[in-house]
């Protein structure tokens, strides 16, 4: 019996899709599959469909659990269920693995027809414009002409951007929570250090670790590591650790002696244990990627000029990685256009992870949002 | 009685949504949980509201209006010259510190703009004042040591600041503490003022 609010136990499913899709780097797959899990009940006008789009390392299993593992909840749980901000009992919720994901789509560890051998590094580099064009397909199979709303945070909450600006026919709502128009030279930056911990990592081979019967553990690790104090704020760092130190600390060496060195090499030991390293590269580079505005000469209100969604667009006081101010570039360009959307500024601590986080007001308003959606 | 004690509470709502037609567009500053915004999209207008407060952000979006969570005082930067056919600020004014730059921040977004504002020297005001106490009234509802406002001045004040900064007044409606309109000795009479506002030259 499940908990109340949850939705329970659920399953992933697959669906492979014989119509070539060709990406944005040029790459054609013929053929290709992407794993995804439903939540509540599409409506027989099928005008309930919520779809949630994943961040850097999310996956199709958004909320519930898997029927042999009940500790295993979907990564926006708190979220998504009966009851909840995003309600099972009205919306019927698509969650999606990304292509070039680890967890069941179409990726690198797929094997390439061409060659037997898994894909790699030959893997195409994907963008968000290449899943929009994904999550369409996915869309049509379950013959959704329309989303009632489009939502993520972080890269999840850009693909619900472009979506707005590429199929503004087939989404009314789009909630782009604690995303930006674009990366600065900083988030780039960070990128690349994390992409070349990996790609430096002896154990990388190139990116076909999987026929030398590896993975580049260390290198992950790091991008981890530093990918994570960018999800954290400053505040909840000195917080959380300040200059805490470990039992045995003070011996003048380079053992682990304060909790924050602690908390982050566990961080990425358990990332680094289970995610798939061409994944990671192939995520901060859609991230890297990821300028709407470029086609129309930079001019984000020129790309937002045809769409027709209604927006709420969501920000957090202590994120840094894509701060409150690069949300408003994104409102700013919307209200240019005369668009409909709502704009907050949640206060908390958490940084950039607050999307993710159980706050009782962050979770009011996306209900608030959400009820007013007819299906 | 619904729409009588609405318009109990906020007469110069009437006031304002006369000035406007249907198809234009506004931006509410300080529009609370949305009131303004609901009667004017009523009428076919399109609106979008700028308010600080967590409580009033989430009932706007409760309302279903297009809320803005902003601090006025910190200007209107992200909005473009010319964005709307109108901008309000009602009942907002008294609690800005930053009173002339908010002002040419409106019409520089706006074609023109309404104010709205409790007039200090309403007759009963006055008297508060003569007696020796301040003034407590249905338009400045707050004592001295609670209140939000920061900035007490009269329709005379106001007119003159206009004038200076080369603001033209292009309407005013004057109400009682009733939200009856006023027709003679506005300053003395007048317990709320609500101007329209425009670019002068």
Request: aromatic share 10%; proline share 5%; glycine share 10%.
């Amino acid at each position: 019996m499940a908990e109340p609010g949850s939705v329970g136990p659920v399953e992933s499913r697959s669906v492979v899709f014989t119509t070539p899709l060709t990406f944005a780097a040029g790459v054609t797959l013929p053929e290709w599959q992407l794993v995804y899990e439903t939540y509540g009940t599409l409506n027989a006008e099928r005008s309930n469909a919520i779809l949630i789009c994943h961040a850097l390392s999310g996956h199709q299993h958004v909320a519930g659990y898997p029927a042999d593992n009940p500790k295993n909840l979907g990564w926006w749980d708190n979220m998504i269920g009966p009851g909840k901000p995003i309600d099972t009992d009205r919306f019927f919720v698509v969650g999606v693995n990304n292509l070039g994901g680890c967890h069941g789509s179409t990726g690198p560890a797929t094997i390439n027809p061409a060659t037997g051998q898994p894909w790699g590094a030959d893997f195409p580099v994907v963008t968000v414009p290449d899943w929009v064009q994904a999550q369409a397909r996915l869309a049509d199979h379950f013959g959704i002409d329309a989303w009632a709303a489009v939502v993520g945070g972080s890269l999840g909450g850009m693909q619900a951007l472009q979506w707005t600006i590429d199929l503004p026919a087939r989404v009314r709502h789009a909630l782009v929570i604690a995303a930006a128009p674009k990366l600065t030279a900083e988030n780039i930056a960070f990128n690349d250090v994390a992409r070349q911990a990996i790609i430096t990592d002896p154990e990388f081979h190139g990116g076909h670790f999987y026929r030398h019967g590896t993975r580049p553990t260390r290198g992950l690790r790091l991008a981890r590591m530093l990918g994570h104090i960018t999800y954290l704020s400053d505040d909840q760092m000195a917080e959380k650790f300040g200059r805490k130190k470990r039992p045995g600390a003070g011996s003048y060496g380079f053992d682990v002696e304060f909790e924050i060195e602690s908390y982050l090499r566990y961080q990425g030991d358990k990332f680094a244990g289970w995610f798939d390293a061409n994944t990671y590269l192939l995520m901060t580079k859609a991230l890297d990627y990821f300028d709407p505005a470029e086609p129309f000469g930079g001019d984000l209100a020129a790309a937002l000029a045809g769409a027709s969604a209604k927006y709420l667009v969501v920000s957090f006081t202590t994120d840094w990685r894509f701060s409150p101010a690069r949300s408003r570039e994104i409102v700013n360009a919307l209200v240019k256009n005369h668009k409909d959307v709502s704009y907050v500024e949640i206060t908390s601590p958490h940084g950039h992870d607050a999307f993710l986080m159980d706050d009782h007001y962050y979770h009011a308003v996306v209900a608030a949002y959400m009820a007013n959606i007819p299906t | 009685m619904t729409h009588a004690l609405h318009t109990l509470r906020r007469p110069d709502f009437d006031v304002i949504a006369g000035w406007m037609k249907a198809d234009e567009s506004v931006l509410d500053l300080g529009c609370g949980e949305g009131e303004l915004l609901q009667l004017l999209a009523g009428r076919g207008l399109r609106g979008w509201g700028v308010e600080r407060d967590p409580g009033r952000v989430l009932a706007a979006v409760e309302n279903g209006i297009n809320v803005i969570q902003s601090d006025l005082e910190a200007g209107l930067a992200g909005f473009e010259d010319d964005a709307f056919d109108h901008v309000v600020l009602s009942r907002t004014l008294q609690t800005m510190r930053h009173t002339q730059q908010i002002l040419a921040e409106m019409l520089r977004v706006g074609r023109e703009a309404v104010v709205s504002f409790p007039n200090f020297a309403y007759w009963k005001n006055r008297m508060a004042v003569l007696n020796g106490r301040m003034p407590v009234s249905e338009d400045l509802p707050y004592q001295w040591y609670d209140t939000p406002n920061v900035r007490f001045f009269t329709m005379l004040d106001f007119e003159s600041l206009c004038a200076g900064m080369g603001v033209v007044i292009r309407d005013r409606q004057v109400l009682d503490e009733r939200g009856e309109c006023v027709t003679e000795e506005h300053n003395f009479l007048g317990s709320l003022a609500v101007y329209r506002i425009g670019r002068g030259g």
